[in-house]
């Protein structure tokens, strides 16, 4: 176990939280930073305290309801819907999201002497977000340490992992019965399995059936 301290981008979901567990194994001291952006459903919020309080995760929340001002999708906004294109990105992406959450996630870490900033974004099943990208992390990284002479380490232990991948690690952390039942990624704010309908959670369940049958010694379709 690493004995320095750590912050883990936190929004309740399965990705985050598995990030969660991932860096509660790995660093003697973690805390979660959750971003209020303005969420279309208040629900995620209030899942992302749960969760750090059945931890006893320290968690910090910070307005960033600028966002919803100056870019409008459809994660932050009712009349807006939910669409993804094959040639476009989908309505659900947020512009300058990650980096700006990434960027204030470091000033944190900064202000509580941690190295280590986790976040759960992944290369490998996302929508086409290219702040999601290796490339796009490991370019912030090094702006984060140039703009604040510091040497933080972003880790993204999702990156090259798909869904059903993500769950693996979940069971592998101990963690496997917890973020199936107190995480929220539905678009529609329902915790868990979801509303089994918006992309989020048919990536999950998708995901999450390939992983039971590997797990169960079946073959994945």
């Given amino acids: ?24 194994k790995k660093f003697e001291h973690v805390e979660a930073v959750t971003f209020h952006y303005g969420q279309r459903h208040i629900a995620e919020l209030d899942c992302a305290r749960e ?8 968690q910090h929340e910070l307005d960033m309801t600028l966002l919803n001002q100056l870019a409008p999708n459809a994660l932050t906004r009712d009349d807006m819907e939910i669409t993804e294109g094959d040639n476009e990105l989908p309505s659900t992406f947020v512009p ?12 944190l870490a900064k202000q509580i002497n941690a190295k280590h900033i986790i976040t759960g974004v ?17 370019s912030l990284n090094v ?14 232990p999702l990156m090259w992992r798909d869904k059903s991948e993500v ?15 107190h995480t929220l990624t539905c678009y529609n704010g329902i915790k868990a399995s979801g509303c089994g309908e918006c992309p989020a959670c048919q990536l999950r369940n998708r995901g999450l059936e390939q992983y039971e049958k590997r797990r169960q010694g079946g073959a994945t379709t």
């Avoid at 750590?6 to 509660?24: E, I």
């Avoid at 969760?51 to 320290?58: D, S």
């Avoid at 992944?122 to 490991?138: A, L, M, N, Q, V």
């Avoid at 592998?172 to 019965?177: C, G, H, N, S, W």
């Fill in 167 to 181: 769950w693996e690690l979940s069971d592998q952390l101990e963690a496997f019965d917890f973020v199936k039942e």
């Fill in 96 to 107: 300058g999201r990650n980096l700006l959450f990434l960027s204030f996630a470091a000033v």
């Fill in 122 to 138: 992944s290369e490998t099943d996302f929508s086409g977000y290219p702040d999601c990208r290796d490339g796009f992390i490991k």
């Fill in 1 to 24: 176990m690493d004995n320095r301290k750590a912050v883990v981008v936190f929004s309740g979901g399965q990705d985050s939280t598995t990030c969660l567990f991932w860096a509660l």
């Fill in 51 to 58: 969760i750090c309080k059945k931890l006893n995760v320290h």
């Fill in 143 to 156: 702006t984060l340490n140039l703009s604040m002479d510091e040497t933080f380490v972003i880790h993204t």
